[in-house]
Each structure stands twice: as C-alpha cells, then as structure tokens.
C-alpha cells in the first residue's frame, strides 16, 4: 500500500493526506464539542432543577400538609418529576463528586441540610411517579380544578405523560428532607433534541469543510505549477534541445530549483556549441595540410606506396567530411514538419532500388506525423549503407520496419550479414570505432555511420539500439518521439 500511495501524483498524495487530517480534526472537533455541550447541558439542568426543588420546597413549608399532593402534582412538569415519600428514594454515600457537592451546598445554603442527590452517566429516561394509585390521584386532581378539557380521557392523558417522560433524558435525581419530615423526591432531564445535533448545523459544518479541502486542492495544484512547467521544459529540451528558460517565480523552496534548471540549460548548451566549434575547427584546419600532402604526392613518380598514401590520405579526407558532418548535425537542429511516413521511405526505397540494391519495406497505413523527415532520411540512409557496406552479397536482405505506437515511431533496419556480438555492440556505436573481428574493414569505412544515427536519435529525444538478427544479421531499432497530426 505504501509503494503504490508513493508512486502516485504529488497532488494526490498531499490531498489525501489534507483531507484525512481535515476528517480527523473535525471527528475530534465533534467529540470535544459534544462532551462540553452535554456537560454545560447537565449543568444547566441539574443546577435549575435543584433551584426549582428548593421553591417547591418552600411553598410545602408555607401550606397545609393536606395540600402538598396538589401542590406537587401542579408543579410536576415533563422535564422535573416529583414526589413526597416516607422514605427518600434516593441514598447516597459521603463520596461525592464535585458536581455533587456543589449541588448539595445551594441545598445547605437554603436550610435544606438532609439532601442526597446522584447525577445520571448513563442515557435513561426520567423517572415516574411511584405507582399507578398517584396517578390516578394526579388525574382526580387535574379533573377537579378544571384541567381536562376537550374530552380527554383517562388513559389518553396517561399514555401522553408517558410519552412525555420518554422524550427527557435523565440529568439528575435526588431525595430532599422536609421540615415536616417527608422527602421530597425529584427527577430531572432535558429534552432528547436538545442533546443532537441540528441537520442545519452539520450540513453548515460540511459545506466549511468541502470549501476548506477544495480551496486546499487548489492551492495545492498552484503551488505545484512550476513543477509541471519545469517537467515539460526538461522534456523539451531532451527531444529537441529547446532552451526554455523558465520565469524565476513561485514557492521560496521551489524557486532554487526553477533558477538552478536555467543554468544548467545555459551552462549545456555553452557546452555543447563550444565542443561543436572545437570540433569543426579541429576539422577544417586539418584540411589545409592534408591538400598540401595530396599536392605533393601527385609529383612523385608511380609506385605501390604512392597509390597506398593516396588511399590513406582519401581515408583521411572521408573522416574529415563525416567529422565536419557530424559537428554540423550537433550545432543545426532541423525543424518538425507535417510528414507522410510512407512516402518518406517508399522513396529511400525507390533511390535505392535506382542503384540496384533491393530494401524491402512493407507499406503500412500510417497517419501524418510532425517529425524531422531529412534527419530521419539521413538516420535510414547510414543504416542501409552499414548493411550493404557488411552484408555484401547475392543474397543480401534489408528489411525496413516503421511501427507507430502513441507519441513513439519505432523503425527497425535489419540485415542478414555476419551481425556483432552481444558483447561488441555499446562498442559499436562510438565515433570512429571498428569492429574488425566482426566486419570487414578493408573498405574506407571511417566508424562514424552509427554515432551520427544515434547522435541524431537523441537530438530528438529518441534512442538507438542494436539487437541480433534471426537467424544472422544485425538489427538496429531507433524510437523517436513524433507528435501525430
């Protein structure tokens, strides 16, 4: 799982780690808040409970006793139940918490010393009269000062004071010692809903937090814009040796990078234009001596080392030509252009034919490409000649092979001669290097055909490689990108 997360986009791989930081802080927001919350809400209603028990209570002090059961019946409400007993209904040890004690100091503070109170930690409903007989009497009661109207009945009253005490959530129940020697008995809570959560309230927090990710991705996606520039700048200048300098802005930490890219484009290209122009100096001041040879050679009489000083020195000359070829190709870049690719080798094939030399090349529909056709000609033209240079023979085959697969056009020159060994082949293809085990060099091959192939592949940001031919021969395979119309 990790190898595959790190394999992917730089922007994916921060997104999600955002949007799992963000899920997660909101997750631990929503658990913090809502334990504060049900704890402000406990406090609330246990502490106006205790308030209300404490008014109740001194309203019993200050009126007959054969008036309490009214009196407590009327200020009975779905969110605080009460009752008088002989006995308290709730008993508590001395080991209070602090909560606790705080609510039975507002008792001792109203000259209610004898208290015990017992906040709820677990989610119950409130609880009820003691039996079935109160609430009858609670019901003969309401009936007696008018209470009951529109035809309620009995049971239709009992059911919705149920339903009532159900909707509560239990904060608090305590037993209360009352001047005449009675406990008083209450229960109290808070509404169900006031405990959840609002669907107003979570789509709010929802949609703060979709615009915080989305505001997020994009800064994200800005921030990582010079990468992709800079991505596509190295691109261009591998195939074609474009220099694109990049403007030097962004990110304080990407900006050494963007700055240390243009350099080195720079410092490359000083590079190369300066060895190209060694390179052809080099080659075109050895000229001057070697037509002052040839000049001299032709007064001196006939003879065998005459005609071999003239073939070294024709040698010599073809090696300076491929040379000054080949710092020219470094230094001029040809042009992309809108090519039919099979009319391009149909007609390398057709000169070729003109000399009597058979290439075969199986016409196949391809498309329009934007590529450079005379470098391409140029690269087609060196390999056929290596072929026919060491697969001299009756029986000589050259086959020619063009593949277009996306962005690549892969093109397969294969002959049929001796071929190189797999140990030879990076040998093969550096400037004037022949392999006189495998080929036959008594022609004026100077060793350049390949290295200016390869030389051209890579101008374009493609490659060079050989392979060995089945059943014998050689197989040169040049992939280079092309862009298709």
């Not at 930081?21 to 913090?32: A, N, Q, T």
């Not at 509560?168 to 037993?175: L, M, P, Q, R, V």
């Not at 391809?366 to 470098?375: E, I, L, Y």
Request: aromatic share 6%; with cysteine; glycine share 4%.
């Amino acid at each position: 799982m990790a190898k595959w997360f790190s394999k992917q986009a730089l922007i994916f791989q921060i997104g999600v780690v955002v949007i799992l930081g963000f899920i997660l802080s909101l997750l631990l927001f929503f658990y913090l808040l809502s334990s504060e919350r049900a704890e402000s809400l406990n406090s609330l209603s246990s502490t106006s409970a205790v308030q209300r028990v404490i008014s109740v209570s001194e309203t019993l002090d200050k009126t007959p006793e054969n008036l309490h059961e009214n009196i407590i019946r009327i200020s009975s409400t779905p969110d605080l139940s009460l009752s008088i007993s002989v006995r308290p209904n709730v008993v508590t040890s001395s080991n209070n918490s602090s909560e606790e004690q705080q609510l039975l100091s507002i008792f001792s503070s109203a000259n209610l010393v004898q208290a015990h109170v017992s906040l709820v930690t677990s989610q119950r409903a409130i609880l009820g009269m003691d039996d079935m007989d109160d609430m009858d009497d609670m019901h003969n009661g309401m009936m007696q000062n008018g209470m009951m109207q529109n035809g309620m009945t009995h049971s239709t009253m009992m059911q919705q004071m149920a339903m009532q005490r159900f909707d509560y959530i239990a904060t608090i129940d305590g037993s209360v010692r009352l001047p005449s020697g009675k406990w008083l008995n209450f229960s109290s809570g808070v509404r169900e809903e006031a405990t959840e959560w609002s669907s107003a309230l979570l789509l709010s927090l929802l949609a703060v937090a979709a615009i915080v990710v989305l505001l997020s991705l994009w800064t994200i996606k800005h921030a990582l814009k010079p990468i992709a520039e800079l991505a596509d700048a190295a691109k261009k200048f591998g195939i074609g040796k474009e220099l694109v300098p990049l403007d030097e802005k962004g990110a304080s930490d990407l900006l050494p990078t963007i700055i240390a890219f243009n350099e080195m484009q720079q410092q490359l290209t000083s590079y190369i234009n300066d060895r190209t122009k060694l390179l052809a100096a080099i080659s075109h001041d050895l000229r001057t001596p070697l037509t002052s040879l040839r000049l001299r050679l032709e007064f001196i009489e006939e003879s065998e080392d005459k005609q071999q000083m003239l073939i070294t020195l024709q040698l010599m000359e073809k090696m300076l030509n491929a040379t000054m070829s080949f710092a020219k190709l470094q230094s001029e870049l040809e042009a992309r252009q809108r090519t039919n690719i099979n009319a391009l080798f149909q007609t390398i094939v057709d000169e070729y034919a003109d000399k009597g030399v058979t290439v075969i090349y199986d016409r196949s529909h391809h498309d329009p490409v934007s590529c450079p056709p005379v470098s391409i000609r140029r690269m087609i033209e060196n390999l056929v000649n290596n072929s026919i240079q060491y697969a001299s023979g009756d029986e000589t085959a050259i086959v020619i092979d063009v593949e277009i697969s996306g962005e690549m056009m892969i093109i397969s020159v294969a002959d049929n001669g001796p071929g190189i060994a797999e140990d030879k082949m990076g040998e093969a293809i550096k400037p004037f290097v022949r392999l006189d085990s495998a080929r036959d060099t008594t022609s004026s091959n100077v060793g350049l055909g390949l290295s200016i192939t390869q030389s051209i592949a890579q101008s374009y940001g493609g490659t060079l490689s050989l392979q060995q031919n089945i059943p014998t021969g050689l197989r040169v395979i040049i992939e280079l990108p092309i862009l298709t119309d």
